[in-house]
């Protein structure tokens, strides 16, 4: 069957996308994407687009559920992000509107000391980005446009209060350039989605911590987390 076909979703009452996890092939992310974010963790503002991935093991998603993380690896950080979903494989030239056909809220969950040493020693850091239920999924909507996301906020609230807060126009790399560039490096194909990086005011989580999700001051998914 054609891919496009087999990724088709269908188009909930009240304007929602109907996702299962499992359909979803590649996840990859962004790194580094906000300028002030990059600042905020000591990094050099990139001049290319940074990639890395997470394993579909550790998709989850925020429809009210308990979230177990690891309680014994240090720091963990919240990177609240924009996350898109392809319905086709990419193709140089054609408008974004018909390659990536929904979009989410999604939190990168980090192991933050973990990542500071294994990039210290100049390892992998994909166990401290890749653990179970590290990579969070609220509802997904209908991709309209660009312009339909530029103007509309997305944003974190931690025990009902608001810690990260974030807009597409602010990215360093936008969508067309992420699509075009994680394409020729990695591919691209319907199924991948991409969490397309952090702005600025990431921060820890603890025991207990009920975080929930905001696109356009809607609260569209929310997850409350035991370390264990
Ligand atoms: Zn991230």
Redesign the pocket.
Same mark, same amino acid.
């Given at each position: 069957m054609d891919a496009s076909k087999r990724f088709k979703h269908t188009l909930k009452r009240e304007g929602t996308v109907k996702l299962n996890l499992a359909s979803i092939r590649n996840v990859y992310?962004? $790194?580094r994407n906000y300028a002030l974010h990059a600042a905020e963790l000591g990094n050099q503002k990139p001049s290319n687009p940074m990639f890395f991935s997470k394993p579909t093991h550790s998709l989850v998603k925020a429809d009210g559920r308990t979230l177990s993380l690891p309680g014994d690896r240090g720091l963990i950080h919240y %990177?609240t %992000?924009f996350v898109i979903h392809l319905a086709r494989p990419y193709v140089e030239g054609l408008p974004i509107e018909q390659i990536v056909d929904s979009f989410a809220i999604g939190i990168?969950f +980090?192991l933050r000391d973990e990542q500071e040493q294994l990039k210290s020693k100049g390892y992998p850091w994909l166990v401290a980005k890749g653990f179970r239920n590290a990579a969070v999924l609220s509802t997904f909507f209908p991709f309209d446009s660009i312009d339909a996301c530029r103007d509309k906020e997305f944003s974190l609230h931690k025990n009902g209060v608001q810690v990260q807060v974030g807009c597409i126009r602010d990215m360093i790399f936008d969508l067309r350039t992420l699509l075009r560039s994680c394409s020729q490096q990695l591919g691209l194909d319907a199924g991948d989605i991409i969490?397309t $990086? +952090?702005p600025s005011g990431v921060g820890e989580i603890a025991d207990g911590d009920q975080l929930h999700l905001f696109w356009d001051q809607k609260n569209i998914g929310d997850v409350r987390i035991t370390l264990s």
């Open positions: 992310c962004v $790194g %990177e %992000e990168d +980090t969490y $990086g +952090t």
